[in-house]
């Protein structure tokens, strides 16, 4: 939804109803893409509570809306940020996102006692990732392919977390209730997802620049590289961490020390080691989920 049909349709309605809903119960909110993160938390409430009492297609039941949609459009900024290495153009990112965010509001209801901010980031950054799911394979997919390779990453995260190595195909099968044949296919799928011409030429400022080609430098992806992408995205909430618990971290995904050199290190049992990252890995994902302080 373009940002300047949402502000015009929102000042038309002003014009019309003078405070928004004309009978004062909410605040005149001239520019609700200037409220802060933390304002805006609570101005939702009143608007999400006022916007049960009003009849769709109204004039007032569409200035309640939209001005809810403009108060949370950071919600929208702080998911995309995730994805800015992705090579995409961050306004269509924004623009998909947004899509995310008007769902989660028609879809919010105050009786669920939880924070709109909690409810709404996984529909904004579910909207994202299926962007990227339908429009950046660099080859035709089936869709079962392309559902059955999210659903591999997923099983593959949960066992490595579990096992402290990489899953089996075996393992991963027995998991997914699929067999081992289909955990492969999804796999192969993978492959799908982006390409490069092996004819394209490499540019750089050495004697044989624009000589060589892609083909002569195929080799093996390195498994840290899976991490560069969650690296980003986690900087600043690992930044707020304690000096300890990003030196756990540190240890565990970057050293890949296991649980138990960490525990010698560190003066304390393996079990021990294993709560504290299972509580830092907690906290991480809930920063990642916008259930943490954005503001």
């Not at 409430?45 to 916007?51: A, V, Y």
């Not at 623009?95 to 939880?114: H, N, P």
Request: net charge negative.
């Amino acid at each position: 939804m373009d940002t300047a049909v949402i502000q015009s349709q929102a000042e038309v309605v002003e014009e019309t109803t003078g405070t928004g809903t004309g009978d004062g119960s909410l605040p005149d909110v001239a520019d609700p893409r200037s409220v802060a993160p933390r304002d805006a938390r609570e101005l939702s409430r009143r608007f999400f509570r006022r916007l049960t009492e009003l009849e769709e297609g109204t004039p007032e039941h569409q200035y309640v809306r939209n001005t809810l949609i403009e108060m949370n459009m950071s919600l929208v900024r702080f998911a995309a940020g995730r994805f800015r290495d992705r090579g995409n153009d961050m306004e269509d990112i924004v623009q998909t996102g947004m899509i995310g965010l008007i769902k989660a509001i028609d879809r919010f209801e105050l009786s669920r006692e939880v924070e709109f901010t909690s409810f709404a980031v996984p529909y904004i950054v579910g909207e994202i990732k299926r962007f990227f799911r339908d429009t950046t394979w660099a080859v035709h997919v089936p869709r079962r392919l392309q559902e059955l390779r999210v659903d591999l990453a997923k099983a593959r995260e949960e066992l490595a977390g579990r096992l402290d190595r990489e899953p089996t195909v075996a393992e991963l099968a027995t998991l997914m209730n699929i067999s081992e044949d289909e955990v492969i296919e999804g796999q192969i799928a993978s492959n799908g997802y982006n390409s490069s011409s092996l004819d394209a030429a490499l540019t750089g400022d050495g004697p044989e620049s624009g000589e060589a080609v892609l083909a002569d430098f195929i080799g093996m992806e390195e498994d840290g590289l899976r991490l560069v992408e969650d690296c980003h995205a986690l900087a600043p909430l690992m930044a707020e961490l304690s000096e300890r618990d990003r030196r756990i971290i540190h240890m565990r995904f970057v050293e890949e020390a296991t649980q138990a050199e960490i525990g010698e290190r560190l003066g304390c049992s393996q079990m021990h080691v294993s709560r504290l990252i299972r509580r830092i890995i907690t906290r991480l994902r809930k920063g990642m989920l916008g259930e943490l302080d954005c503001a």
